[in-house]
T-cell receptor, first 115, second 114 residues
Framework: DTGVSQNPRHKITKRGQNVTFRCDPI?????LYWYRQTLGQGPEFLTY????????KSRLLSDRFSAERPKGSFSTLEIQRTEQGDSAMYLC?????????????FGPGTRLTVL | QQQVKQSPQSLIVQKGGISIINCAYE??????FPWYQQFPGKGPALLIA?????SEKKEGRFTISFNKSAKQFSLHIMDSQPGDSATYFC?????????????FGKGTKLSVIP
């Protein structure tokens, strides 16, 4: 399967714990995005990487959130001191800079539940 | 501020019928409009997309109609099938430097009944 993969698929944690999610983009894609989707809503943009550089961050990305893409391949999203309001599906997408439309392809997501 | 407004919130169509979902936007800098299909527990899958230099794009049973002056676009699903039952999201994006995020509508839950 050459699509975007995300791990874990599900994460249940207690309030105040730290969690980390991983995204592996489509291999030739140099652009990577993180979105958050809550129940009954469309995905909301969190942050964007081109290669290893984080070029855009949403104001939704509070200082408890940090994302990295150290070698320009996979990316991690860490949430520190989780809150119940962080419960959501965290989606990763990737695209190719060579694509004229910059089509973004999404992974299956990581569903986070904070108790 | 919701930049892309999508309607209806839910839609029930009989098998073989036409499903129509509408979206409206405010930001005239948007110049790329994709539609995504999402099944429960899955990530959104790109279905079809359009740029404002054309008024219609068709791929199989899926058609996007685009009205630049009205700042509206819609998805038409012809000969709707039970397997089309999913949530559909319209989205929009600018192509200006430094802006790569998609702005999504709130979604339309489509149910196609046999």
């Amino acid at each position: 399967d050459t699509g975007v993969s995300q791990n874990p698929r599900h994460k249940i944690t207690k309030r105040g714990q730290n969690v980390t999610f991983r995204c592996d983009p489509i291999s030739e894609h140099n652009r990577l995005y993180w979105y958050r989707q809550t129940l009954g809503q469309g995905p909301e943009f969190l942050t964007y990487f081109q290669n290893e550089a984080q070029l855009e961050k949403s104001r939704l990305l509070s200082d408890r959130f940090s994302a990295e893409r150290p070698k320009g391949s996979f990316s991690t999203l860490e949430i520190q001191r989780t809150e119940q309001g962080d419960s959501a599906m965290y989606l990763c997408a990737s695209s190719s800079a060579g694509s004229s439309y910059n089509e973004q392809f999404f992974g299956p997501g990581t569903r986070l539940t904070v108790l | 501020q919701q930049q892309v407004k999508q309607s209806p919130q839910s839609l029930i169509v009989q098998k073989g019928g036409i499903s129509i979902i509408n979206c409206a936007y405010e930001n005239t800098a948007f110049d790329y409009f994709p539609w995504y299909q999402q099944f429960p527990g899955k990530g959104p899958a790109l279905l079809i997309a359009i740029r404002p230099d054309v008024s219609e794009k068709k791929e199989g049973r899926f058609t996007i109609s685009f009205n630049k002056s009205a700042k509206q676009f819609s998805l038409h699903i012809m000969d709707s099938q039970p397997g089309d039952s999913a949530t559909y999201f319209c989205a929009a994006k600018t192509s200006g430097a430094g802006s790569y995020q998609l702005t999504f509508g709130k979604g339309t839950k489509l149910s196609v009944i046999p």
